[in-house]
């Protein structure tokens, strides 16, 4: 067996990136040691997490806001072992979808864990322990990433829990103390606490949504308190002692002082991800790491071995699907001798809440620190006709342009359909747009999107409905 590639992780960087390579004419062939493809994403990632977040939404509008719509109903009974089927549907037919798109493309699979024995060989280990030696032209990395632990504190899935344990659980926890306020914790906090959790956030910076714009996480942590979010933030976790009753957290403020102590039934463990390059044999070919165990790559995605490149969570950068599916795409399209190109400057995130919490390009600290002279354009939901016709008021879109040029540097989005809104500014910031470009570009009407170039118009302080 001889390819021009083989691609190792089938998550959303190694399936994209093979299916680009077949698109290319390189004969592909990827490895795969979960019995599912899609890795973390589509496993127990982005795809469960946005259908337990899709249905306790759906559940907690019918019981906290259907009324005042008009629409009487009992109160709605929570069948948690149905939601937990409606995710596990949904993440069915997202693996199957890969398989056959895999198929359709000629790639072929090999179920088992790679090792790469050499620049051009892959070894496979089945799960019977038998092996295959795959010879390759190319080898692509897209092991993804592991959920990142805290020493002294043993995640065993069922009270202490991983993102993954969280997404499992079978009956709604009284009490859910969720250790770090970055997106998995805000996110799958939220699912819980619309089934009925108590939920506290501890947090060892003293703000939430590290990265994030400062104002935006400021106003989040408003909205997300309203709701019923408890935070201790400024908070170092040192000890979980499990009980009968559940778990005994004891923090203390991370600039030191006196601990607390606070009971759970359930902890969610969620302070980052960590690469994995487990077993791949790495260090015994030489292949460098940085001091976070990522893999170095140059421009072009390549190691500094000849012929093994790495893609997605395993490298530097946001740790996000998008990113390694385009990561996936440009090694693709640079093997076959195009010119392959990621523009990490225009990399969306979003944070599925409600409402959610999107971003592309800078944040104002960012800009600060870079001394980057800007404006600013800010417009709250509270006055797009849309958003107050459907009580979604929280939140605002606000514009960072470029004082002397007024491109557009950033934008960011706190409001109902978030998600959604921000692929306007990725388009005109990926043209090199300006503010202006936005402003003057008509919006329908009525659209939460009005508020994005309403935002764009306060920039030049011109917004008409504020
Ligand atoms: P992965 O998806 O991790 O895939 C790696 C694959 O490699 C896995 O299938 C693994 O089994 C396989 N593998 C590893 N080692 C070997 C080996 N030696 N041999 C064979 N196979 C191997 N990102 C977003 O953009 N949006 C979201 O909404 C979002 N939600 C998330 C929610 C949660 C709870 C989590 C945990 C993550 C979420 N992410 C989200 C992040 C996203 O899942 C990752 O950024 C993305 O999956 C990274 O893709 P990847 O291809 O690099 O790696
Ligand atoms: P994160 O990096 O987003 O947040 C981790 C948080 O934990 C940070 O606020 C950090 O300050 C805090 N923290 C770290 N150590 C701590 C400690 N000892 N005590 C208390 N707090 C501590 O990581 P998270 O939420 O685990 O997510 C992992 C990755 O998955 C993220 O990089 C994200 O990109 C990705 N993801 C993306 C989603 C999306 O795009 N919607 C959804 C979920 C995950």
Same mark, same amino acid.
Request: aromatic share 6%; charged share 20%; net charge neutral.
């Given at each position: 067996?001889?390819? !021009?590639?083989? @691609?190792?992780?089938?998550?959303?960087?190694?399936?994209?990136?093979?299916?680009?390579?077949?698109?290319?004419?390189?004969?592909?062939?990827?490895?795969?040691?979960?019995?599912?493809?899609?890795?973390?994403?589509?496993?127990?990632?982005?795809?469960?997490?946005?259908?337990?977040?899709?249905?306790?939404?759906?559940?907690?509008?019918?019981?906290?806001?259907?009324?005042?719509?008009?629409?009487?109903?009992?109160?709605?009974?929570?069948?948690?072992?149905?939601?937990?089927?409606?995710?596990?549907?949904?993440?069915?037919?997202?693996?199957?979808?890969?398989?056959?798109?895999?198929?359709?493309?000629?790639?072929?699979?090999?179920?088992?864990?790679?090792?790469?024995?050499?620049?051009?060989?892959?070894?496979?280990?089945?799960?019977?322990?038998?092996?295959?030696?795959?010879?390759?032209?190319?080898?692509?990395?897209?092991?993804?990433?592991?959920?990142?632990?805290?020493?002294?504190?043993?995640?065993?899935?069922?009270?202490?829990?991983?993102?993954?344990?969280?997404?499992?659980?079978?009956?709604?926890?009284?009490?859910?103390?969720?250790?770090?306020?970055?997106?998995?914790?805000?996110?799958?906090?939220?699912?819980?606490?619309?089934?009925?959790?108590?939920?506290?956030?501890?947090?060892?910076?003293?703000?939430?949504?590290?990265?994030?714009?400062?104002?935006?996480?400021?106003?989040?942590?408003?909205?997300?308190?309203?709701?019923?979010?408890?935070?201790?933030?400024?908070?170092?976790?040192?000890?979980?002692?499990?009980?009968?009753?559940?778990?005994?957290?004891?923090?203390?403020?991370?600039?030191?002082?006196?601990? *607390?102590?606070?009971?759970?039934?359930?902890?969610?463990?969620?302070?980052?991800?960590?690469?994995?390059?487990?077993?791949?044999?790495?260090?015994?070919?030489?292949?460098?790491?940085?001091?976070?165990?990522?893999?170095?790559?140059?421009?072009?995605?390549?190691?500094?071995?000849?012929?093994?490149?790495?893609?997605? !969570?395993?490298?530097?950068?946001?740790?996000?699907?998008?990113?390694? *599916?385009?990561?996936?795409?440009?090694?693709?399209?640079?093997?076959?001798?195009?010119?392959?190109?990621?523009?990490?400057?225009?990399?969306?995130?979003?944070?599925?809440?409600?409402?959610?919490?999107?971003? @592309?390009?800078?944040?104002?600290?960012?800009?600060?620190?870079?001394?980057?002279?800007?404006?600013?354009?800010?417009?709250?939901?509270?006055?797009?006709?849309?958003?107050?016709?459907?009580?979604?008021?929280?939140?605002?879109?606000?514009?960072?342009?470029?004082?002397?040029?007024?491109?557009?540097?950033?934008?960011?989005?706190?409001?109902?359909?978030?998600?959604?809104?921000?692929?306007?500014?990725?388009?005109?910031?990926?043209?090199?747009?300006?503010?202006?470009?936005?402003?003057?570009?008509?919006?329908?009407?009525?659209?939460?999107?009005?508020? @994005?170039?309403?935002?764009?118009?306060?920039?030049?302080?011109?917004?008409?409905?504020?």
């Amino acid at each position: 067996m001889s390819y !021009d590639l083989v @691609v190792i992780g089938t998550g959303p960087g190694g399936y994209v990136c093979a299916i680009r390579a077949a698109q290319l004419g390189l004969k592909t062939a990827v490895v795969e040691k979960r019995k599912t493809h899609g890795g973390t994403c589509l496993n127990v990632g982005c795809i469960p997490s946005k259908a337990l977040l899709h249905a306790s939404h759906m559940f907690e509008d019918a019981r906290d806001h259907f009324a005042k719509l008009g629409i009487g109903i009992n109160p709605p009974k929570l069948d948690l072992k149905q939601m937990q089927s409606f995710k596990q549907e949904g993440v069915d037919g997202n693996t199957k979808g890969v398989e056959f798109l895999l198929k359709k493309n000629k790639i072929d699979v090999f179920q088992g864990t790679a090792r790469i024995a050499a620049a051009g060989q892959v070894e496979v280990t089945g799960e019977d322990g038998s092996n295959q030696l795959v010879q390759t032209k190319n080898i692509v990395i897209a092991t993804g990433s592991d959920v990142a632990r805290l020493p002294g504190i043993e995640i065993d899935e069922k009270t202490i829990v991983s993102s993954t344990g969280a997404l499992e659980l079978q009956s709604v926890p009284k009490r859910l103390v969720v250790i770090g306020a970055g997106v998995i914790g805000l996110e799958l906090g939220s699912v819980w606490r619309r089934l009925g959790s108590e939920v506290t956030v501890v947090e060892y910076l003293d703000r939430i949504l590290p990265g994030m714009d400062g104002d935006v996480a400021k106003n989040f942590q408003r909205i997300l308190s309203k709701q019923g979010f408890q935070f201790k933030l400024g908070a170092k976790v040192t000890k979980a002692e499990k009980g009968a009753k559940g778990v005994t957290l004891t923090f203390e403020p991370a600039a030191g002082g006196n601990p *607390e102590k606070i009971e759970a039934d359930v902890v969610l463990v969620a302070i980052g991800r960590v690469p994995y390059t487990q077993g791949l044999g790495l260090d015994e070919l030489g292949v460098q790491k940085d001091n976070r165990g990522r893999i170095l790559t140059d421009a072009h995605f390549s190691t500094n071995v000849t012929g093994i490149y790495a893609i997605g !969570d395993v490298i530097a950068g946001p740790m996000l699907a998008h990113k390694a *599916e385009d990561e996936g795409v440009a090694v693709a399209e640079i093997l076959a001798g195009k010119a392959g190109h990621v523009n990490y400057d225009v990399i969306p995130s979003v944070v599925y809440t409600f409402p959610e919490v999107a971003s @592309v390009g800078k944040t104002e600290e960012e800009l600060k620190a870079a001394g980057i002279a800007y404006n600013v354009g800010k417009f709250p939901f509270t006055a797009n006709g849309r958003a107050k016709v459907n009580h979604t008021t929280d939140g605002f879109v606000k514009v960072l342009a470029d004082a002397t040029t007024d491109k557009v540097l950033g934008v960011h989005i706190i409001g109902a359909e978030a998600g959604n809104l921000i692929h306007e500014a990725v388009i005109a910031m990926e043209f090199g747009g300006s503010s202006e470009d936005i402003a003057r570009s008509c919006h329908a009407h009525p659209t939460l999107a009005e508020a @994005v170039k309403e935002a764009a118009l306060a920039v030049e302080k011109r917004a008409i409905h504020m």
